[in-house]
């Protein structure tokens, strides 16, 4: 079954299935017959065909720093929908935070025209990523970070954790910090210079022992809260990059004796499915990742149908969610 058949069975031209199969014009009464042989045989288009008539793939490449991360996934589940919507499949790259494997992938998705556009969802950008990026003929967005000259969706880290950070400070005086590591300028930087930031705002001083550097997961933040401990054992607020880091440092000050929020306030980012059940719940911050996701996506399909080629940014808002641990 080819193009051929369908207009023979149909009494159409060959042009006219064409250009029905390609969402151009064809009257109401072929399009009925098309739809209708279509439906009968159950003919699928040739996805190689389409690309070399075309020259478009209906794909797009979406870069990902690990699979296992909740605000990854939801992030995902916005781009996936809106592409889904318009007419696009993803292909989904793992990087497992790898920022070689990341602009691996960035060269092959362009190479050949593999994909009609890439999502970067981004951590760090070194001088190979962007020598690939200004190297790419296909739109691309970056999700997660902001970079000068490139079209990006980003959340309001510097603001949120400024905020969070002051709300602690009514009732702490002695404040520690567990960050991740900040060639990831959106987690890492970002959050640690509004946390610096917040202190110093609020008179506050910002013990450089009682900041420690994880690696995203609850076990490093449990090692960095048990090394804050240690070092100044008069802490009174753990405020930490995201929620896993937090979960970490709620278990080693349980351990340590600590009550929270009596003895020691700690505070997350992400507002993970966790923050709400676990003892005592965790204030943390709301980013609208689901959200985010669907505007890249969004901002791709502009960019890949009619765009003028002027990179475009959007910063997120967020909620702080005030629960029981902290005062």
Request: aromatic share 6%; proline share 3%.
């Amino acid at each position: 079954m080819d193009i051929n058949e369908i207009a023979r069975r149909a009494g159409v031209s060959r042009a006219t299935v064409s250009r029905y199969l390609n969402d151009g014009y064809v009257s109401r009464e072929k399009r009925e017959l098309i739809s209708r042989v279509i439906n009968e045989t159950g003919y699928v288009p040739s996805q190689q065909a389409r690309t070399l008539r075309t020259g478009k793939t209906k794909l797009v490449g979406v870069i990902i720093p690990k699979i296992n991360s909740h605000s990854v996934s939801r992030m995902v589940a916005g781009i996936t929908k809106v592409l889904g919507q318009s007419g696009y499949q993803v292909l989904l790259a793992n990087t497992d935070n790898d920022e070689k494997v990341e602009v691996d992938y960035l060269n092959l998705f362009a190479e050949r025209n593999k994909v009609d556009g890439i999502i970067l969802i981004a951590t760090a950008f070194t001088h190979a990523h962007r020598r690939a990026l200004d190297s790419l003929n296909i739109p691309v967005i970056i999700l997660g970070q902001r970079l000068s000259g490139h079209s990006c969706v980003y959340q309001d880290d510097y603001h949120a954790l400024y905020d969070l950070t002051r709300s602690v400070l009514k009732t702490s005086r002695t404040p520690g910090y567990i960050g991740v590591y900040e060639k990831d300028v959106a987690a890492g930087r970002e959050r640690h210079r509004a946390f610096i930031d917040a202190c110093t705002g609020m008179g506050v001083s910002a013990n450089p022992q009682a900041q420690q550097s994880a690696t995203f997961t609850v076990d490093s933040g449990y090692l960095c809260a048990e090394k804050i401990l240690d070092a100044v054992p008069g802490v009174d607020a753990l405020v930490c990059a995201t929620d896993d880091i937090a979960f970490g440092a709620m278990t080693c000050l349980r351990e340590y004796g600590k009550s929270i929020p009596e003895d020691v306030q700690v505070t997350g980012v992400g507002d993970s499915t966790l923050s709400k059940i676990v003892t005592p719940s965790l204030t943390t911050v709301r980013f609208y990742y689901l959200t985010s996701g669907a505007e890249a996506a969004k901002m791709l399909v502009d960019a890949m149908t009619d765009g003028d080629g002027v990179p475009r940014e959007l910063r997120m808002g967020y909620e702080i969610y005030a629960r029981t641990s902290s005062r």
